[in-house]
Structure formats: C-alpha cells, structure tokens
C-alpha cells in the first residue's frame, strides 16, 4: 500500500516523462473502495487556478497509474 506522498511522487514522474506541467496547488483525493475494494488516489494540478492541469488515479495498493489526463490551456 502506497501512502499519499508516494502517489504525489508517481503522478509527478508520470508527468514529466509525458512533458505535462505538475502545478500546486495539488488535491488530493482518497476513494476508498466498497467491499474490500480497491482504494485509489486521485490528484488534480492546479486546482481552483486557471491553466494548465494534470489529473491522474493511483491504484492504492499496487501504485500502478489507473487513469491520467492533462488539459492545456
């Protein structure tokens, strides 16, 4: 089980490596999964700002990218 820091670290690798801008103020999210579920952070970039934003989901357990997106503006 990842922690919330190490999510912060993984979306903002993902980010370079892709070439998108990693901007604060960050959210971040816990979703807790239902029923043994899996749990999963999401974090957004630039929130409540105009710009520039990333948007990743980090499976909690294994630390893998579930979903990810960036808007350019």
């Known amino acids: 089980m990842i922690d ?13 490596a892709l070439g998108w801008a990693f901007s604060e103020p960050l959210e971040i999210i816990v ?3 239902w029923f043994g579920g899996t749990s999963r952070f999401e974090i957004e970039t630039n ?17 893998e990218i579930v979903s990810e997106g960036h808007l350019a503006r």
Do not use: L, V
């Open 47 to 63: 929130t409540g700002k105009r710009g520039t934003k990333a948007h990743f989901m980090i499976d909690a357990k294994t630390g």
């Open 31 to 33: 979703r807790r999964g």
């Open 4 to 16: 919330r820091d190490q999510a912060i670290t993984i979306a903002r690798d993902r980010a370079t």
